[in-house]
């Protein structure tokens, strides 16, 4: 009884400080902050990671460009934002020489700027190759008399060959989507919030309180993390569909938001709500062709943005329901 009277506690205890809209760091002096500060843009590959491969360019160069583009627009609408990017260059991300590295120095950008929101920019592909292949089908049969058998028992027999042909298929998927970590991989993505130094009670509920961590090992912090972990993932999917629904109105083909099986290692190491936005497929020559132009990018970057511009709204409407 006295274990579940303590849990009750401390559970009403973390809620209530999520309530907090400010704490005081000296008599009459209050610190208050933005609810998003720092956005993190991420381009992913770089370097000898190359990532799909369309029949005019690499994915990572693509991402480059876009990710390089959408914290410019992101500026520009909002100078009071901070942009941070885990390359800016054809290079692996903190010039890391493995992917293990690679994938590690971005979560580490990420959780060292103490991002409020985690942006992958990719490009997709299909399994088959780009822009199209052949498929080889059975258009009828011819009679061939071949030999079978061995020694005295060796034979004529005839058999039926199958004639075949070549049919060219064009690569045709296209279309966007956006992933957000692996619900299952929860307990990677608290490792992540607790590494964060800048998650705090402010990040969990928008409001402009920063409020000293608990001791990680103990029960208030486990829980406090489950609480953001939940919170994120809910900012997550809420961005998500909105940068969805943005790429449909302007008449892409929208896949939705997903998750992978397996998770997503660089939105499940970083502790802060974190998406990855497929932005096309670039084994499809069209498509390919879009995302590469600059009125591609522009639309691209401008679908983002429209629906960062909501997710804020949103965003900032609750911190503001949360301040004195």
Not at 156 to 174: A, F, G, H, L, M
Not at 175 to 183: C, H, I, M, R, S
Not at 199 to 205: H, R
Request: with cysteine; net charge positive; aromatic share 8%.
């Amino acid at each position: 009884m006295n274990k579940v009277l303590a849990f009750s506690y401390i559970t009403i205890s973390i809620i209530t400080l999520s309530g907090f809209n400010y704490i005081k760091k000296d008599k009459g002096d209050l610190k208050k902050r933005a609810a998003i500060e720092t956005i993190v843009i991420d381009p992913g590959h770089g370097g000898k990671f190359t990532g799909t491969h369309g029949l005019i360019s690499a994915e990572k160069n693509v991402n480059l460009q876009v990710a390089l583009k959408l914290g410019e627009a992101i500026k520009e609408a909002f100078p009071e934002i901070n942009i941070v990017y885990t390359r800016t260059t054809d290079a692996c991300s903190g010039n890391a020489t493995n992917l293990r590295d690679d994938l590690q120095n971005r979560a580490r950008i990420a959780n060292e700027a103490k991002g409020d929101l985690f942006i992958s920019i990719h490009s997709n592909a299909t399994p088959q190759p780009a822009g199209g292949y052949y498929v080889k089908r059975v258009i009828g049969y011819k009679k061939r008399t071949v030999m079978v058998g061995k020694g005295k028992k060796r034979r004529k027999k005839v058999i039926s060959q199958p004639i075949y042909e070549s049919d060219w298929v064009k690569n045709t998927r296209i279309g966007t989507e956006t992933y957000v970590w692996k619900a299952a991989k929860w307990e990677d993505k608290m490792n992540a919030i607790n590494r964060n130094e800048r998650v705090s009670v402010d990040n969990m509920e928008d409001s402009a309180a920063e409020v000293s961590a608990f001791d990680s090992d103990s029960p208030e912090q486990m829980i406090r993390t489950q609480l953001y972990e939940k919170k994120f993932f809910q900012k997550s999917f809420t961005f998500s569909s909105m940068v969805e629904e943005e790429f449909k109105n302007s008449g892409r083909v929208s896949y939705g938001v997903k998750q992978r099986d397996v998770g997503i290692q660089v939105l499940q190491a970083t502790g802060m709500p974190s998406v990855l936005i497929e932005i096309g497929f670039l084994t499809n020559k069209e498509e390919e062709e879009y995302l590469n132009s600059n009125e591609g990018q522009a639309e691209v970057v401008s679908n983002i943005v429209a629906a960062f511009k909501k997710y804020k709204l949103s965003i900032d409407k609750k911190h503001a329901s949360l301040l004195p």
